[in-house]
C-alpha cells in the first residue's frame, strides 16, 4: 500500500478559484431534464449558499427506455447556470465524447460515473481524453464492491499526468440489497484513504440510500468518518423527476438537512485530556490481557482435571450458565449484551482450543 503514498492527488474545488468550506457540498438534479428544471434548481440553490451544481447529462441507464438525459443541449443550461449564479458546474462524463464536448462547454468538474469505473478499457479512454486538462476529476467506485478497481481508475489517471482527482463513495450494488440501494461497505473508502491519505473525498448518500429517509443519517456518518464533503441530489420537484425520483429532495429540504448536520472538529483544542483518556485505555487494555491470560491458565489446570478422569471438554450445561451470567452481567454493568457474547463466545472457543490440546498430548 505504501507505494501509493508519493502521489499527489490534489483535488479541491478551492483551486477554482472559489472559496469553499467545508464540507464541500455538491448538489443538483440527478438529470438535467428542461433548461427550466436546471435554471430553477440552481437558482433556489444558489440562494441558499451551494457553490457546486451537478447535473447528469448523459445517464447511464440500466434498461434502455428509461430517460437518457437531455444530452449536450444541457451543457447550454448549465453555461447559463454558471452565467447567472456563478456556481461551479459537475456533469458525468463516460466516453471521450463527453469528455470533448464537456471541455468545449467549460464544465469545472468532470467525474466517472459507477458504471465506468468498472471498466478499465473505458477508464483508459477517458483518461487519455482527459490528459493536458486541469479539470478537477471525481471518480466514483466501481458497482461492484472492488478496490483495486477503483484504485486502477486512480493510477490510469494519474499516469496520463491528472492529479486534480478526487473519489465519490457512492455504495455498492449487491444482489438484493435490503436497506441501501447500494450498500455502503464504509471500510473500502477507508481503505482508500490509508492508499492515498491526501485524496479528497466525498461522499454521495443519494445513491447510497435510493431513497430520502436515509441521507441524513449516511451524511452524518460520512462526515463523522472525515469525508470531505457531499454530493446530494436535489430537484425542484422530486415526485415528477425523470430519473431517480425517490432518493431526491427539494433544495429546501437539502437545507434543512444540512443545518442539521453536526460538524466534528479533527480533534480536540486540549489534545492533552484525549491524550490522558488514551492512557487509561491502554491501561485497561493491559489488565484485561492480564486477566485474560489468568483465565486461561485456570482452563489449563481444569484441563488438566479433566484429562486425568478423562471427561468430555464440552460441558454444556457449564456454557449455559455462563452465558446466563453475561446476560445479567451486561445488564448490570451497561455492556451491549450481544457484543459481550461475541467476546465470550471467543473466549470459550479458545478454552476449548487450549484443553484439547492439552488433553490429546501423550
Ligand atoms: C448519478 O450521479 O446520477 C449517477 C448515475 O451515479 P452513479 O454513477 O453513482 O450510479
Ligand atoms: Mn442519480
Known amino acids: 500500500m505504501d507505494s501509493y503514498k508519493n502521489v499527489e492527488t490534489t483535488a479541491n474545488p478551492d483551486n477554482l478559484g472559489v472559496k469553499i468550506e467545508r464540507p464541500v457540498v455538491i448538489s443538483g438534479p440527478c438529470s438535467a431534464e428542461s433548461r427550466e428544471q436546471v435554471i430553477n434548481t440552481a437558482l433556489q440553490l444558489h440562494k441558499l449558499g451551494i457553490k457546486i451544481f451537478r447535473a447528469g447529462i448523459w445517464k447511464p441507464r440500466s434498461r434502455p427506455g428509461n430517460y437518457m438525459g437531455s444530452g449536450s443541449v444541457g451543457l447550454e443550461w448549465l453555461k447559463e447556470v454558471k452565467q447567472l449564479t456563478g456556481m461551479l458546474t459537475a456533469v458525468e462524463v463516460a466516453t471521450k465524447d463527453h469528455v470533448e464536448e464537456a471541455l468545449k462547454n467549460d464544465v469545472d468538474i468532470l467525474w466517472i460515473g459507477a458504471r465506468t469505473t468498472v471498466n478499465p478499457f473505458a477508464v483508459q479512454e477517458l483518461a487519455e481524453s482527459m490528459k493536458g486538462t ?9 458497482i461492484n464492491p472492488d478496490l483495486d478497481l477503483w484504485i486502477g481508475a486512480i493510477e490510469r489517471l494519474v499516469k ?3 492529479s486534480n482527482i478526487g473519489v ?12 441501501y440501494r447500494n450498500e455502503p461497505l464504509w471500510q473500502i473508502p477507508l481503505d482508500l484513504k490509508e492508499c492515498f491519505p491526501n485524496l479528497f473525498m466525498i461522499c454521495d448518500p443519494s445513491h447510497i440510500c435510493g431513497n430520502t429517509e436515509l441521507i441524513y443519517e449516511v451524511s452524518q456518518k460520512a462526515l463523522d468518518l472525515n469525508f470531505d464533503g457531499l454530493m ?3 430537484h425542484i420537484n422530486p415526485s415528477k423527476a425523470l430519473s431517480d425520483a425517490k432518493q431526491q429532495i427539494t433544495p429546501l429540504e437539502l437545507d ?11 480533534n480536540l483544542d486540549f489534545s492533552y485530556s484525549l491524550d490522558n483518556l488514551r492512557k487509561i485505555i491502554d491501561e485497561k487494555d493491559f489488565e484485561l490481557i492480564r486477566i485474560l491470560s489468568d483465565r486461561m491458565n485456570v482452563v489449563k489446570k481444569i484441563g488438566e482435571i479433566k484429562k486425568e478422569n478423562n471427561i468430555l471438554i464440552l460441558q454444556r450445561d457449564r456454557w449455559e450458565s455462563i452465558l446466563h451470567n453475561i446476560k445479567l452481567f451486561s ?7 450481544e457484543f459481550l457474547t461475541n467476546v465470550f463466545k471467543l473466549i470459550h472457543q479458545e478454552s476449548i482450543n487450549q484443553q484439547s490440546i492439552l488433553m490429546n498430548k501423550d
Open 256 to 266: 434543512t438537512l444540512l443545518k442539521k448536520l453536526r460538524i466534528r472538529k479533527q
Open 160 to 162: 496520463v499526468g491528472i
Open 134 to 142: 486541469n479539470k478537477q476529476v471525481l471518480i466514483k467506485n466501481p
Open 168 to 179: 465519490i463513495h457512492r455504495g455498492f450494488s449487491l444482489y438484493k440489497n435490503k436497506k
Open 232 to 234: 446530494i441530489e436535489s
Open 331 to 337: 445488564e448490570e454493568f451497561d455492556v451491549n449484551t
